[in-house]
């Protein structure tokens, strides 16, 4: 069980609790106040034997440190961001974010489930977390529904590394924890772990989300574990008949029990799901995420553009199909903002005169990162066929964070050189 002192403060540390989110096998999560920052954040209180001077020990002791270590490193849109970590008399405890949407848990059941699209855009996004947490240096270890946590609007954004591997961790690594329904079949016979553990679990947690049931089930745990090792799952489609055999083949591969015909890479996993994904020439709103992502991060223009600096463009800027011979910037008009084609041509001409074809990855418009108010066009740009272009007003961008402003700045700059530069071959 959780654990909640008897004689619980109002406050800890500088924040004033507000009542309880939830309990767990280690901790027990508060909402809390925290009056500097000005805003609700989560604090989860570790448990610990009466006596302890508050950093606890055993198991409770290992989670919290993997968290406390974590605090401040885990920098990503789909991860939920640790604050704080203390030990004081009596208490130990890190801060975390505040999403208050609940969990995936509440989509696991038949009447509940989310469409076939949601769900792939709730794995790629995971994938995308997992592949940068790997990139710290962590593999999550526990990934379940409810180490998923719900923002409003929707959202996805993983939460609890309390079982981590860390490698660059002093502590003492934990070891034969878990939730055992979703673990992979090294993971329960106790096998040495790499990601490819994580690759299964999320696999788990898909065959899940489509069929409202877990791929294994059974009276005990000896049993579930027998089955995880030496039993197939029941085939999606037997289950789903109207599911894509696409996305059945996803889920298969990455609950291979053999780590070799598993996914090998977060990356080769996360292709595949941008690759399902409806297409980005599609209606605006029906283009997804996760097929934006993996669009967007092909282009030239977002080349030194770090995921989190992707996933922030997408929050900010429009996307837009253009039918062929439509004019998307007249000659003589004004604009405010830069556009990034991402399919198709653009015919470029001035006074009817043929100047340039533009092609993806390509920009334009961009004239206003050299003019404080908006610009007066030199040109015309027309849709060649139809296309589909990125386009990112000045006041949005204005008020994007630092360092998505960095990468605008240093990738629009880049681009000017380039093009001073074939200027001068051409005289």
Request: aromatic share 8%.
């Amino acid at each position: 069980m959780g654990y909640r002192p008897k004689s619980l403060p109002e406050s800890i540390g500088r924040y004033a609790l507000l009542r309880e989110l939830g309990r767990g096998s280690t901790a027990t999560v508060f909402l809390a106040h925290d009056p500097f920052a000005g805003r609700e954040v989560a604090l989860k209180l570790f448990a610990h034997a009466p006596g302890d001077d508050g950093l606890t020990r055993g198991t409770h002791r290992a989670s919290f440190l993997n968290e406390a270590a974590l605090v401040g490193r885990l920098q990503h849109p789909h991860i939920v961001a640790l604050l704080d970590a203390a030990v004081e008399p009596g208490y130990s405890y890190v801060v975390m974010d505040y999403v208050a949407g609940g969990t995936l848990a509440q989509h696991t059941t038949a009447g509940k489930l989310l469409p076939l699209e949601r769900v792939v855009e709730v794995a790629f996004k995971l994938s995308r977390a997992l592949e940068y947490a790997l990139q710290q240096g962590v593999i999550h270890r526990d990934i379940k529904p409810g180490n998923v946590l719900l923002t409003r609007p929707f959202d996805v954004k993983l939460s609890d590394f309390g079982v981590a591997r860390i490698d660059s961790a002093t502590h003492t690594e934990i070891t034969g924890v878990g939730s055992p329904a979703y673990m992979s079949p090294e993971h329960l016979i106790d096998q040495p772990l790499n990601h490819q553990a994580d690759i299964y679990s999320l696999g788990a947690v898909m065959y899940q989300l489509i069929a409202g049931r877990l791929p294994f089930y059974a009276a005990s745990a000896v049993e579930l574990a027998r089955q995880i090792v030496a039993q197939e799952p029941p085939r999606l489609r037997a289950l789903r008949p109207e599911l894509p055999e696409a996305l059945e083949a996803i889920v298969a591969r990455a609950l291979q029990k053999d780590r070799r015909a598993r996914y090998q890479s977060w990356f080769e996993f996360g292709r595949d799901l941008a690759a399902l994904a409806r297409d980005p020439g599609d209606p605006p709103d029906g283009a997804s995420e996760a097929r934006k992502f993996h669009a967007l991060r092909e282009l030239a223009f977002f080349r030194g553009f770090r995921e989190s600096e992707i996933w922030e463009t997408l929050r900010f800027a429009g996307w837009h199909r253009v039918p062929g011979g439509a004019a998307i910037l007249e000659e003589g008009g004004r604009g405010d903002a830069l556009y990034v084609l991402v399919e198709g041509r653009v015919e470029v001409t001035r006074s009817g005169v043929p100047l340039a074809t533009l092609r993806p990855g390509d920009v334009f418009g961009e004239i206003l990162y050299f003019d404080d108010d908006s610009a007066a066009r030199s040109s015309t740009l027309r849709a060649a066929g139809q296309v589909v272009a990125l386009e990112i007003k000045a006041a949005a961008l204005n008020a994007a964070s630092d360092a998505c402003q960095v990468q605008f700045n240093k990738a629009c700059m880049r681009l000017l050189v380039e093009r001073l530069a074939q200027v001068k071959q051409g005289d």
